[in-house]
DNA sequence: ACCTAACTGTGTACTAAGTAAGCAGAGTGT
DNA sequence: ACACTCTGCTTACTTAGTACACAGTTAGGT
C-alpha cells in the first residue's frame, strides 16, 4: 500500500497513451475507476477491495493491475474522478463564490464519504481538484488581497468542510457498520448516560437535559455562515491584522 | 478490525475491576496503550500494528489480547489516553475559552497526528474527550445561547481544528513516508508545474509567480482568527439568525 | 504472409497483519 | 491439596495486496 508519489503525479498528469499493439484491452483504467467508486460508495471504505472491484467487473483480481499500478494510485484516480464530477466556482461576488465551492465540496462528501475516510497522507491532488481549487481563488482575486491572503482564505473554507465531512462521513459509516442509526443508538445506551452525572459532565447533562441533543443544528449550514462571516470581517476591514507566525509550516 | 462499539463503551467508561486471582499481570492495559501511542508517535500510523507493539513491550503478539479486546478498541484507549493529556478549558471570556480550547486541540495534533489519520467511524469518546468537551461548553455558557446553539458552536471550532490537523497530519505523514519535506518535494517537481498553464490554472500560476505559496500563512492561526471573528458575529448579534434547516442529520 | 515484440488477462503463490484456539504454569480462595 | 482463574505463549487460520510467470492476441517490420 505504500504509494510512490511520483508515480502517482504522472499518472493524473500524464495519462500514458494508448498502446498500439497488443490484444485490445477489454478493460480500462477509467472502468476500473468507475467501478472501484460504485463499490466505495454502495459498501464502504472496507469493502473497497482489489478482489471486490475485479468481482463487479467479472474479471480476475489481477487483471486491475494491468490498468491501475497499485490500490493506493487507484484511490488517487478516485478522488480526482470525482472532483471531476463537482462544478467549477462560477464568477461572481466573493461571498457566493465561496459559498458555493463549499456546497460543491459538501455535496462530493456527501455522495461520496469514502473519500474523507482515506488516509490523505499519500493524495495526490489531481488535474481536478486543482481546477476546483483554481476556480475558487478567482473568486477571491479581486478583493486586493496579497497572494498567500488568497491561499488562506480558500484554505479555511475548504478546511472547515473537511472538517464537517469528516463527522457526517464518520455517521454514515457507523450507521452502515452497525445497521443502527446514531440517534437510536445513543437511546439505547442508558447505561452510557448514566456517566453523565452532573459533576463530571455539568454542560452536557444541562443540554441533554433542555433537549439540546435532540434538535440540533445543522453542522454545515452553521458553521460556513460564520466562518464567511468571520472571513468577511477579515476582507472587508480596513487594515488587514497580520497573522502570527505560528506553529505551522 | 470490526469493533463492536456497545463493548468499547464499556472498555472506556466501566474499565473491569482487577482480577483477585491467577498469576499478577506482567503487563497490562495501560502499558499497552502507552506503548502503542509511542509506536504510532515515532513510526506512524502505518507501523502501529500489534505484533509492532508487543515487540516493543518485550511481550509476543498474543499477550496483548490478554488486556485490550483488538485493535479497534485499542485505537479507542489510545485516543482517549491522549485527550486525558490535555488540559481543560478554563472559565473565563467565551472567545479566551474557545481559543485555548482550539490551541489545545491543536497541541495534541501536533503531538500525535497519527489521532487524525484513524478512520474514525468507529471511535467512541472516551470520558477524557467528552470532559474536555464539556469544558468548552462552558465556555460558551453564560451567553444566553440556546443549548443546540452551544453545541453548534463548539462544534464548529472542534470541526475546523480537526480540518487543519488533518491536513497538517497528511504532510508529516508524507514526509515521513518519503523522507523529503513537502516544500523539497514541490520544487524538485518542476515536470508538475509545466501543467501549471495560465490558461488551466489562471489563479495558481499567478500566485505561485508572485511567490503566493512560499509564504503561506499560518493555516491554523488565520482560521482560527476567522472562525472566531465569524461565531462573535452571530454571538454578539441583537438577534441570532435562524439556521436554514439543511442537509445533515 | 510470417515473425516478433508488445500487450492483455489469468492462475499461483508469497507476505503482512489481525486474531481465534488451546496449552502450561502461576497464584488465590475453599 | 484442590479447583478455579488468570497470564503469557505457540500455532495456525484468514484476509488483502501484489509479484511473477504463462498463454493467448494483435500490429508492424521483413
Same mark, same amino acid.
Given at each position: 500500500?505504500?504509494?510512490?508519489?511520483?508515480? /502517482?503525479?504522472?499518472?493524473?498528469?500524464?495519462?500514458?497513451?494508448?498502446?498500439?499493439?497488443?490484444?485490445?484491452?477489454?478493460?480500462? &483504467?477509467?472502468?476500473?475507476?468507475?467501478? %472501484?467508486?460504485k =463499490?466505495?460508495?454502495?459498501e464502504? =471504505?472496507?469493502?473497497?477491495?482489489?478482489?471486490?472491484?475485479?468481482?463487479?467487473?467479472?474479471?480476475?483480481?489481477?487483471?486491475?493491475?494491468?490498468?491501475?499500478?497499485?490500490? /493506493?494510485?487507484?484511490?488517487?484516480?478516485m478522488?480526482?474522478? =470525482?472532483? *471531476?464530477?463537482?462544478?467549477?466556482?462560477?464568477?461572481?461576488?466573493?461571498?457566493?463564490?465561496?459559498?458555493f465551492?463549499?456546497? &460543491?465540496?459538501?455535496?462530493?462528501?456527501?455522495?461520496h464519504?469514502?473519500?474523507?475516510?482515506? !488516509? !490523505?497522507s499519500?493524495?495526490m491532488?489531481?488535474?481536478?481538484?486543482?481546477t476546483? &481549487?483554481?476556480? %475558487?481563488? $478567482?473568486? =477571491?482575486?479581486?478583493?486586493?488581497?496579497?497572494?498567500?491572503?488568497?491561499?488562506?482564505?480558500?484554505?479555511?473554507?475548504?478546511?472547515?468542510?473537511? *472538517?464537517?465531512?469528516?463527522?457526517m462521513?464518520?455517521?454514515? &459509516?457507523?450507521?452502515?457498520?452497525?445497521?443502527?442509526?446514531?440517534?437510536?443508538?445513543?437511546? *439505547?445506551?442508558?447505561?452510557?448516560?448514566?456517566?453523565? !452525572?452532573?459533576?463530571?459532565?455539568?454542560?452536557?447533562?444541562?443540554?441533554?437535559? !433542555?433537549?439540546?441533543?435532540?434538535?440540533?443544528?445543522?453542522?454545515?449550514?452553521?458553521?460556513?455562515?460564520?466562518?464567511?462571516?468571520?472571513l468577511?470581517v477579515?476582507?472587508?476591514?480596513?487594515?488587514?491584522?497580520? $497573522?502570527?507566525?505560528?506553529?505551522?509550516?
Open positions: 500500500m505504500k504509494s510512490d508519489r511520483n508515480r /502517482s503525479v504522472r499518472l493524473l498528469w500524464e495519462p500514458p497513451a494508448e498502446p498500439t499493439r497488443g490484444p485490445k484491452a477489454a478493460l480500462s &483504467q477509467s472502468r476500473v475507476v468507475e467501478a %472501484a467508486i =463499490v466505495a460508495d454502495a464502504g =471504505v472496507d469493502a473497497l477491495t482489489m478482489r471486490r472491484v475485479a468481482e463487479t467487473l467479472g474479471f480476475t483480481t489481477m487483471s486491475l493491475y494491468r490498468h491501475v499500478p497499485g490500490k /493506493s494510485e487507484l484511490l488517487d484516480l478522488v480526482d474522478a =470525482v472532483w *471531476g464530477e463537482t462544478e467549477s466556482t462560477p464568477k461572481g461576488p466573493w461571498r457566493d463564490g465561496l459559498d465551492f463549499a456546497r &460543491q465540496m459538501w455535496a462530493m462528501y456527501r455522495a464519504p469514502w473519500m474523507l475516510q482515506l !488516509t !490523505t499519500r493524495r491532488p489531481g488535474p481536478h481538484a486543482m476546483r &481549487q483554481d476556480a %475558487a481563488y $478567482v473568486a =477571491v482575486s479581486e478583493l486586493g488581497l496579497r497572494s498567500e491572503e488568497i491561499v488562506a482564505v480558500v484554505t479555511a473554507v475548504a478546511q472547515f468542510v473537511d *472538517g464537517v465531512g469528516r463527522t462521513a464518520d455517521r454514515v &459509516q457507523a450507521e452502515r457498520e452497525t445497521g443502527v442509526s446514531e440517534e437510536d443508538w445513543w437511546n *439505547g445506551r442508558e447505561s452510557l448516560w448514566e456517566h453523565f !452525572t452532573p459533576d463530571r459532565l455539568p454542560m452536557m447533562t444541562h443540554i441533554w437535559n !433542555t433537549g439540546g441533543f435532540e434538535r440540533l443544528l445543522d453542522e454545515f449550514e452553521f458553521g460556513l455562515a460564520r466562518v464567511l462571516d468571520g468577511a477579515f476582507i472587508e476591514a480596513e487594515e488587514r491584522p497580520q $497573522v502570527r507566525r505560528g506553529t505551522c509550516l
